[in-house]
Structure formats: C-alpha cells, structure tokens
C-alpha cells in the first residue's frame, strides 16, 4: 500500500509538472522522458544509473542480459542516427536509449510474467529507475516555474544577512580565481556529478536486494526525491538566484552591479529586485548542499573509499556551489537544516514514528522556518551584528546536525523491526530469486 500510495502521488506530481510546463510552452517531464525512447537523450549517464538501479532486484546473469541488451540497442540507434545524418555527441551524454528500453522491458515483463511478490519486487525497481531519471526533468520544469512566476528575487536581503557568515562566497571565488585551472576542472566534476556519485552509494545500499527479495527499510534514494519534490517548493516562497546573477557579470543588465567575487557588497537596506524570466530562482536553500550532506551521511556505513568518496564530494559541492557563486553561505546553512530534517522524518517513518522522532523533525523544521524569517526580516540587524548573529546562525544549525546524530545513533542501536511475511499468491511461482526474465 505504501509503495502504491508512493507511485500514485509521483505519478500525479509529475501530471501536475506536465500541465504547468505546457502553460509556458514548452514540453513536460513526461513528455521529455517518453522523447528518449527515440530521440537523442542528453544525459545518457543518468539513464545508466536508473538503469542501474533497476537492476538491483535481479539476479547477476539477468544483469548481464539487461546491461548487453541495453548497450546492443544503443549501438543499433547510434548506427542508424548515423546512416540519416544525424548528429550525435557522445560526449555530451546524447546516448542511452538502451537504457530506457530495458527498463520499459522489464516492467513489461514484471505485469505479463510475473506474479504476486516478484512481481512487487521487480517494479519497485523500476519504478526507483524511472524516478532518478523524471526527478530530473521535474526539477528543470520546476526551475522554469521560478523564473516565470517570480518577478523579483530577494538576494539583497540574503547578501546583507550573509554579512554575518564573512561573505563566504566573495572569498570562495576569489580562491577559485587563485587556483584556475584546477580548481575549476575539480569542482566541475564534482559538482555536475552529483547525481552519478549518489546512484554509486545506492547501488551499494541495495547490493542485497536480489539475495533478501525486499527493499531495505531506508536507503538514500528515498531521502533525494523527498529533496527533489519539496525543495524547489521553498524556491517559490523565498526566490534568490545567487551572487553571480545578481551581482555579478552573469547577471548581465539584471545585476544590480559587477562585484562578485573581487568586491564586498556595501551594506544597504535590501528590496526585492526585478530579474529576467530565464535565470532559475533556485538558491533558497541550497540543494546541491542538501543532496551532498545525504550523500555524506549514507557513505558513512560503506567501506573506507566510500566514506572518502562521500567526504570528497561532501567538500567539493561546497566549494563548487561558493567558489562558482551559486549560493550564499547562508543557503548553505539552510540546506543543511533542510536536510537533516528531511532524512529524520524518512527515518523515523522507515523505523517507526516516536517521541524522540517527532521532536527532532519539529526543532529542525523550526529552526529553518527560523532561518528564513530571519534572512527576510531581519538582515541589516544581524550585519550590524554580526559577530553575535553569524555565531548564532551556526550554532543553530549545529544544534540540529547534533539532535541528528543523537536521535539516528539511539535508532541504530534498535533491533529493526521484522517484515511481515509475504502472503502467498494464487497461481505458479517463479523458482526464488534465480527465476529469468528472460
């Protein structure tokens, strides 16, 4: 019931995200996602890692099979995109339709061949692959939203608060600008492979599933979409497009003047700012920081390279989204309030609701509400005093990640809770988990 509820409500976001993104002409997440069975994809990699995770319900020699096939069916478009003339860059990620082939394959097979349990199972997984893949393009609609529907952005009120956090971002670029070329190869990557760096840690979270025929009870999937669908709501309430749009030589005529990263912003009572109806107003809070923290969190039960792997990245996306001036620190702070708060009420939802639960998902919700209501209403107190209210920002913020560590360290430490047994379905069954789709 759970997992139909689930599928149901995704289903019924991504409709929703369909029907605004007509509204402002141009095609939903849907439609861009059923384009990919034939056209040119542009990120083949994100479809690979669906696909990964899609196979995660099957056994190894299936795994073969779903891979070879998906990697056949590739060559084979590739070959006739060729043969009209059409261009196609590799290196761009306009590959991948294989991927997707498989994974429609699979959940075909999964309705026609299968029954009861197994069949739960394998659309689980597929369902998990098509959700990495249309998160995404619901995000970039949801982006599209921002920019159309918020005429004005608030970032002079975020800088003015930033006062109090240094200005992390103006020193973030200016070590940056120290360091190029390197530092911008580096922090590229890591931050444009985000996504890829997650798929890793799951699959490695989910390695049992063939063996166990059940999902674990929480995983980091289902913290990143909860991300993905509520994050880019707040963008709606408190839209902010970042230092290097809005005062910098990114933000063309709309910045309200080049200072970004080599000249502090005066201290001025901040207003609300007219922008383009381009630039995604996708700043507050910083998602990239919230999807980096989870990444850290769930590397930590992984072996020593993925607890450096998810340091690394962890690192990296936060000098990414400062030193290329995408964010304020002050994002940052949210982000991290954001998601700690989101990945305690999965947990506790995954482990069972009790007190200690319910009151840390409640304090981390306060406390970013906080947060927010400062950075609009109160940003020239906390610049003028800053040494009192920067100190106090991050102690809030490190009051949540310690309610965290606190509350997830005493449910670990709890006998998980057993699943109910499957009930048997009518009909033959396949032979365990070495049944072929094939």
């Known amino acids: 019931m759970l997992w139909t509820t689930a599928g149901v409500a995704a289903l019924a976001f991504l409709l929703t995200m369909e029907v605004a993104a007509r509204r402002y002409g141009t095609a939903g997440p849907l439609t861009l996602q059923l384009q990919e069975l034939i056209f040119p994809p542009k990120s083949g990699p994100r479809l690979y890692a669906g696909l990964a995770l899609t196979l995660v319900v099957l056994t190894w020699r299936q795994r073969f099979i779903a891979v070879g096939t998906a990697l056949v069916i590739d060559l084979a478009f590739l070959l006739v995109r060729w043969a009209i003339g059409a261009e196609t860059t590799l290196a761009d990620g306009n590959f991948g339709n294989g991927a997707l082939w498989v994974i429609v394959g699979i959940a075909g097979i999964a309705v026609i061949r299968r029954t009861g349990p197994e069949r739960a199972l394998l659309l689980k997984g597929v369902g998990l692959g098509l959700l990495l893949m249309a998160g995404q393009k619901a995000g970039d609609t949801w982006l599209l939203i921002t920019s159309k529907t918020r005429a004005t952005v608030l970032d002079e009120y ?18 940056v600008e120290a360091t190029e070329p390197v530092s911008t190869l580096v922090l590229h990557l890591v931050y444009g492979q985000l996504p890829l760096a997650a798929a890793l840690v799951a699959l490695y979270q989910l390695r049992r599933v063939a063996v166990e025929r059940r999902f674990p009870s929480h995983h980091l999937v289902r913290t990143f979409l909860v991300i993905g669908l509520i994050g880019p709501g707040i963008y709606m309430i408190f839209p902010v ?11 063309g005529a709309w910045a309200t003047a080049h200072l970004w990263p080599n000249t502090l912003p005066p201290l001025d009572v901040p207003q609300p700012m007219p922008f383009d109806e381009i630039t995604p107003r996708n700043c507050m809070p910083s998602l990239h920081t919230a999807w980096a923290v989870t990444l850290f969190i769930h590397s930590r039960k992984g072996s020593r390279p993925m607890r450096f792997a998810g340091t690394f990245w ?28 989101i990945d305690a009420a999965m947990r506790a939802s995954a482990l069972g609701w009790d007190r200690s639960g319910i009151q840390l998902v409640t304090y981390g919700a306060t406390v970013f509400t906080a947060l927010l209501l400062s950075y609009r209403f ?16 991050l102690l809030a913020m490190a009051s949540v990640v310690y309610g965290y560590v606190r509350v997830t360290r005493r449910w670990e430490r709890k006998p998980a809770p057993t699943a109910p047994p499957e009930p048997e379905a009518a009909g033959p069954q396949p032979a365990g988990p070495q049944a072929e789709l094939v």
Do not use: K, N, Q
């Open 158 to 175: 975020v800088v003015t608060a930033d006062h109090a956090l240094g200005d992390p971002s103006w020193l973030a670029g200016r070590i």
């Open 378 to 393: 109160l940003p020239v107190r906390m610049a003028e005093h800053a040494w009192a209210s920067g100190p106090l920002v």
């Open 241 to 251: 497009v970042g230092p290097v749009y809005a005062f910098g030589a990114d933000g």
């Open 314 to 341: 962890l690192i990296g996306t936060l000098g990414a989204t400062l030193g290329f001036g995408y964010h304020y620190g002050a994002d940052l702070v949210a982000g991290v309030v954001f998601v700690l708060t």
